[in-house]
């Protein structure tokens, strides 16, 4: 399929008794498609764009033209744009689709003990705006929480996070002593990135994401809260590896001059040493602007027993800066580098799977911008906090 089978195109017979002359005339026009002799007749093959152009032509010199075939899914489509109810019809599911999608089908309770305290939950959640029919993006999810454990002072830990048209709410009940499995600090796993999700391999944990979902920077991907059949909740270490597809980008600079710092040879100071003094011994000259980044003492020894008398000698190093002036394509090569470096060390566990770069001359600088489209895990620990009770951490009675 070629851009004109979308466009549209046109084919034009024109008659004339110069078929050369149409030939001289008609190649003005940009784009012809295709174009043939037949007789006395010329036929041309044209973008749908150029029906206008070619038949203003062909007025202008007294030429008949006839459009023999008109193909292309614009041309379908415009039978179809004066029948407003279809269009009407088609942006109205549209809008309701869009909007659906947002609206709160759905309100999922995790860890609630007994159905008189998911109901408890669940009025907290709907005397502050999470019910069923709620517009999701409206929510505070983070105040949301907030505010149920406030109001209850059963649930010591919540966590709200949505997928579709469902909304998850994983908690914790105070009055019960959560066990966890590990002796590692139990935590969700939330997104990193906004991406959406191609796999999920969850070893710890309960995903709570939909695969092929786009999902958010910072939502919950995988619970490290699990509900038994009791229905009690135990918090675990959550283990997984979420595979999506994301974008990102970065800028890199490379200043058109720039100055580089050098090394010199180190220069070695000596000193005899007299008990606390030091008495500079002739040798060379410490330059201005030099460091000493080392110094050690060598005592005399009588008979192996070390005396107050020594040479103490001392390492200076001097850095000297150069000014170094680089064309555009040298930049652009000591960028490629910085990109390389980058790629090595930030995106090593990504697969790249789209590059695009760009380069921008601005205030004396080169800069490198790289879009990316990576596929990669996406996931990363957040740590679950707990209040308990004081009497959770005092030792049981003998």
């Given at each position: 399929?070629t851009?004109y089978?979308?466009?549209?195109m046109?084919e034009?017979r024109?008659?004339?008794?110069?078929?050369?002359r149409?030939?001289?005339?008609?190649?003005?026009?940009?784009?012809?498609?295709?174009?043939?002799?037949?007789?006395?007749s010329v036929?041309?093959?044209?973008?749908?764009?150029?029906?206008?152009?070619?038949?203003s032509?062909c007025?202008?010199?007294?030429?008949?033209?006839?459009?023999t075939?008109?193909?292309g899914?614009l041309?379908?489509?415009?039978?179809y744009?004066?029948r407003?109810?279809?269009?009407?019809g088609a942006?109205?599911?549209?809008i309701?689709?869009?909007?659906?999608?947002?609206i709160?089908?759905k309100?999922?309770?995790v860890?609630?003990?007994?159905p008189?305290?998911?109901?408890?939950i669940?009025q907290?959640?709907?005397?502050n705006?999470?019910?069923a029919?709620?517009?999701i993006?409206g929510l505070?999810?983070?105040?949301?929480e907030t505010?149920?454990l406030?109001?209850?002072g059963?649930?010591a830990w919540?966590?709200i996070?949505?997928?579709?048209?469902?909304v998850?709410?994983s908690?914790?009940?105070?009055?019960?002593k959560?066990?966890t499995?590990?002796?590692r600090?139990?935590?969700n796993?939330?997104s990193?990135k906004d991406?959406?999700?191609l796999k999920?391999?969850?070893?710890v944990g309960?995903?709570s994401?939909l695969i092929?979902?786009?999902?958010?920077?910072?939502?919950?991907?995988?619970s490290?809260?699990?509900e038994n059949?009791?229905g009690?909740?135990?918090?675990?270490h959550?283990?997984?590896?979420?595979?999506?597809?994301y974008?990102?980008?970065?800028?890199?600079e490379?200043?058109?001059?720039d100055?580089?710092?050098?090394?010199k040879?180190?220069?070695?100071?000596?000193y005899?040493?007299?008990?606390?003094?030091?008495?500079p011994?002739?040798?060379?000259?410490i330059?201005?602007g030099?460091s000493?980044?080392d110094?050690y003492s060598?005592?005399i020894?009588?008979f192996?027993?070390?005396l107050?008398?020594?040479?103490?000698?001392e390492?200076?190093?001097?850095?000297?800066s150069?000014?170094i002036?680089?064309?555009?394509?040298?930049?652009a090569?000591v960028l490629?580098d910085?990109l390389?470096?980058y790629?090595t060390n930030?995106?090593?566990?990504?697969?790249i799977?789209e590059?695009?770069?760009s380069y921008e001359?601005?205030?004396?600088?080169?800069y490198l911008?790289?879009s990316?489209?990576?596929?990669?895990?996406?996931?990363?620990?957040?740590?679950?906090f707990?209040k308990r009770?004081i009497?959770d951490?005092?030792?049981?009675?003998?």
């Open positions: 399929m851009v089978d979308l466009l549209g046109l034009l024109i008659d004339s008794l110069e078929p050369e149409v030939l001289r005339e008609i190649t003005s026009l940009k784009k012809i498609l295709y174009i043939r002799t037949q007789g006395e036929i041309l093959g044209l973008p749908l764009g150029k029906k206008n152009a070619a038949l032509i007025q202008e010199n007294g030429w008949s033209a006839e459009i075939r008109e193909r899914l041309t379908k489509l415009r039978g744009l004066k407003y109810g279809i269009a009407a942006l109205i599911s549209a309701l689709c869009l909007y659906m999608s947002n709160a089908m309100i999922r309770i860890g609630a003990p007994s008189q305290e998911e109901e408890q669940r907290i959640l709907s005397n705006g999470l019910h029919g709620a517009y993006p505070n999810l983070i105040k949301l505010e149920l406030k109001a209850s059963s649930v919540a966590s996070g949505s997928t579709g048209s469902v998850s709410v908690v914790s009940m105070s009055d019960e959560a066990q499995r590990e002796r600090i139990p935590c796993i939330v990193d991406g959406q999700i999920a391999s969850v070893l309960e995903l994401a092929g979902s786009p999902v958010k920077k910072g939502e919950l991907l995988v490290g809260i699990i059949p009791n009690q909740a135990y918090y675990v959550a283990i997984a590896d979420i595979i999506a597809e974008t990102e980008s970065v800028t890199l490379q200043p058109l001059y100055s580089i710092d050098a090394v040879d180190p220069v070695y100071k000596r005899l040493s007299f008990f606390e003094y030091n008495i011994l002739p040798g060379e000259r330059e201005s030099s000493a980044i110094s060598q005592p020894r009588l192996g027993i070390p107050p008398i020594g040479i103490m000698t390492k200076y190093v001097r850095v000297e150069s000014s002036s680089y064309s555009i394509e040298e930049a090569e490629e910085k390389y470096n790629e930030m995106l090593k566990d990504a697969e799977l590059k695009k770069e001359l601005r205030g004396g600088s080169l911008t790289v990316y489209r990576l596929r990669g895990n996406i996931g990363r620990e957040s740590p679950l707990v009770k009497s951490s005092l030792p049981e009675s003998q």
